[in-house]
Nanobody, 129 residues
Framework: QVQLVESGGGSVQAGGSLRLSCAAS????????MGWFRQAPGKEREGVGSIYTGGGSTYYADSVKGRFTISQDNAKNTVYLQMNSLKPEDTAMYYC??????????????????????WGQGTQVTVSS
């Protein structure tokens, strides 16, 4: 079955960096949309960005554009989220998700949580000021 395992979270000071990983298994990795999301206490899950694994096109939320980068290692079936210039407002539980629309890149550009049907367990990111 589909399995997504995040790692790499932690605590950093504002301005610092972290790299999150999402190792995927149990399905055909290529030509799918993988997304990164975050959820702070008392808030809804919001999309950070996404990558279409068939070609590597990436999409980002305005709040992280220029600071976060999504990449992949096809050989390892792993997607990464490099987070630079972190701010306290980036503090949240971060999740990776797999789109419920296999082979479709169209929805990937919007990275809406409702379009993702599989989720990892999450990894906590805490940014202190």
């Amino acid at each position: 079955q589909v399995q997504l395992v995040e790692s790499g979270g932690g605590s950093v000071q504002a301005g610092g960096s972290l790299r999150l990983s999402c190792a995927a298994s149990g399905y055909t990795y290529s030509n799918n949309c993988m997304g990164w999301f975050r959820q702070a206490p008392g808030k809804e899950r919001e999309g950070v960005g996404s990558i279409y694994t068939g070609g590597g096109s990436t999409y980002y939320a305005d709040s992280v554009k220029g600071r976060f980068t999504i990449s992949q290692d096809n050989a390892k079936n792993t997607v990464y989220l490099q987070m630079n210039s972190l701010k306290p407002e980036d503090t949240a539980m971060y999740y990776c998700g797999l789109s419920r629309h296999p082979g479709s890149w169209f929805n990937c550009q919007y990275f809406l949580a409702r379009d993702f049907g599989y989720w990892g367990q999450g990894t906590q990111v805490t940014v202190s000021s």
